[in-house]
């Protein structure tokens, strides 16, 4: 296995991330300036600094800029807010296109407010999060199903993150994913890598990456047992990845074939993020080799280096390839 191959070979690739692309606001506050409000006498929290980033679908974008992906783009929906505002900012800085977004005044812009205290470093206090609490407008989902249509061919890989964990409000409807379903099965050489919290039972067809506890859960809705090998075969997935943390990657394809590939034990700090950076690495990986046991091997480097950070972190080339030493 070659991490320095595969880093070279993924430069060249273009790359699509389908989803709910988030803003993530880090916003540190200084406990010693919350005192209380005069009009209502509760307690305010004085944050001091902001810093933003592209978060959920953001957090893939942000590991493929970083692990050296030339040609990145973003296809998903935000408002006309001012978060959006601050998103597509961010996204523009990181040189991830963002011209496939949707701008739509009936949704809001999807953001995790989180509140660090300044002296700790730690997250402290309850998130806030900015959602929107029911289906996206059936104008923005149109859109969303004709870009996807449009742009498909253009890219090499298609890295899906369906974040919501309702019923509504993300942007992976059923009529996006019967379109990408319809999609990936027209071209089967494309690498197309789904990653879905509570929905991976009802895609077809593509290459599947929940966690251990996603798979299960999934398995028990579909056919009320759990049964990895069984969710491969009904839902047709080309491979079932199923990440285990530090245990590493359980890889199911066809006729049976089941693989464990080890991990590489880590303290973790943070393992926010970590499903999100073992996508980009993983994903590529497999649309350079073809191998799925290197990809998993890859993507668990990357997800090493990650959790070891605080927050959504990325991994560098030259980290990836120091990691690499160690499961030599």
């Not at 969710?231 to 245990?247: A, I, M, N, S, Y």
Request: glycine letters at 8%; proline letters at 4%.
């Amino acid at each position: 296995m070659n991490a320095e191959r595969i880093l070279k070979e993924m430069r060249d690739l273009k790359v699509l991330v389908l989803g709910d692309v988030c803003l993530d606001r880090w916003c540190y506050y200084d406990p010693k300036l919350s005192e209380p409000s005069r009009e209502t006498g509760i307690p305010r929290l004085a944050v001091v600094k902001t810093e933003v980033t592209p978060g959920a679908a953001g957090t893939i974008v942000n590991n493929l800029v970083s692990l050296g992906v030339r040609q990145v783009s973003v296809l998903g929906a935000v408002g006309n807010d001012g978060f959006a505002w601050e998103l597509l900012n961010a996204l523009t800085v990181r040189r991830i296109a963002s011209d496939l977004i949707v701008r739509s005044p009936s949704i809001n812009t999807f953001t995790y407010t989180k509140l660090i205290n300044s002296e700790t470093g730690i997250e402290d206090r309850p998130r806030v999060d900015f959602i929107t609490p029911e289906n996206v407008p059936w104008s923005v989902e149109d859109e969303i199903a004709r870009r996807l249509r449009n742009s498909f061919d253009l890219f090499d890989v298609v890295i899906v993150c369906d974040q919501a964990e309702t019923a509504f409000g993300g942007v992976v409807t059923e009529k996006v994913r019967n379109l990408l379903v319809d999609l990936a099965a027209a071209a089967p050489d494309k690498t197309v890598w789904v990653d879905s919290r509570v929905r991976i039972e009802h895609f077809r067809g593509v290459i599947a990456k929940p966690n251990a506890m996603e798979a299960e859960q999934a398995c028990l809705r579909a056919f009320n047992a759990v049964d990895l090998a069984r969710l491969r075969q009904t839902c047709g997935f080309k491979l079932l990845v199923v990440t285990q943390g530090d245990e590493g990657v359980r890889i199911f394809g066809p006729n049976n074939e089941e693989r464990l590939v080890p991990g590489r034990k880590v303290k973790a700090v943070d393992i926010c993020g970590a499903g999100d950076s073992f996508s980009a690495g993983a994903a590529c990986a497999l649309a350079a080799t073809g191998d799925a046991a290197e990809a998993a091997w890859f993507g668990n480097l990357v997800a090493s280096i990650t959790v070891q950070k605080y927050g959504t972190g990325t991994a560098s080339p030259e980290e990836v390839l120091e990691a690499a030493q160690d499961l030599r």
